[in-house]
T-cell receptor, first 114, second 113 residues
């Protein structure tokens, strides 16, 4: 079974600075998908970014980018120019190919300091 | 607006009572999922359904049942609620395909006393 580990329960960052959230996973599969979801206080789960394992290029969405290291089974999220609205719980998730459920890490709570 | 709706938004329930959490999606997605979110544990899969008429057990299925009579609806039933089922419950759906993404409902906060 696949597992996802987020080793940082809490992180903080100054507004306008850059922060990196860590995620590692364990799998024997060669093809899969990785995701970062954001959960603000509203409780809504919001997809931040997605990475296909067969793609070597790291995914980027505006201020959000990932560092995907397939051999190391590492999938970190970098948030540049942090904003107050980035404060939230961030979940790393793994999904096998096909219509399969997500496997989540336990989350990292990010605080943004004005 | 297309998406997933869940009802109720929140509920306080006495232990031993039966409760059904409702989930409806209008995206014609084949797959639907139920997760529970507990502090420090992230989201864990309760049950899933890959298509109407089929269901499967997830990581924490005990005390819960589901049905999938049609594509749009995927209710979750607690037959006899216990305090350990106090949690936030999320329904999600996905349509399949090479870049399949799961979309989440707004969640139901359930408190069992």
């Amino acid at each position: 079974a696949q597992t996802v580990t987020q080793s940082q329960p809490e992180m903080s960052v100054q507004e306008a600075e850059t922060v990196t959230l860590s995620c590692t996973y364990d799998t024997s599969e060669s093809d899969y998908y990785l995701f970062w979801y954001k959960q603000p206080p509203s409780r809504q789960m919001i997809l931040v970014i997605r990475q296909e394992a067969y793609k070597q290029q790291n995914a980027t969405e505006n201020r959000f980018s990932v560092n995907f290291q397939k051999a190391a089974k590492s999938f970190s999220l970098k948030i540049s120019d942090s904003q107050l609205g980035d404060a939230a719980m961030y979940f790393c998730a793994y999904r096998s190919v096909g219509n399969t459920p997500l496997v989540f890490g336990k989350g990292t709570r990010l605080s943004v300091i004005a | 607006i297309a998406g997933i709706t869940q009802a109720p938004t929140s509920q306080i329930l006495a232990a031993g009572r039966r409760m059904t959490l409702r989930c409806t999606q209008d995206m014609r997605h084949n797959a639907m999922y139920w997760y529970r979110q507990d502090l420090g544990l992230g989201l864990r899969l309760i049950h899933y359904s890959n298509t109407a008429g089929t269901t499967g057990k997830g990581e924490v299925p005990d005390g819960y049942s589901v049905s999938r009579a049609n594509t749009d609806d995927f209710p979750l039933t607690l037959a006899s609620a216990v305090p350990s089922q106090t949690s936030v419950y999320f329904c999600a759906s996905s349509g399949g395909g090479p870049t399949d993404t799961q979309y989440f409902g707004p969640g139901t906060r359930l408190t069992v006393l």
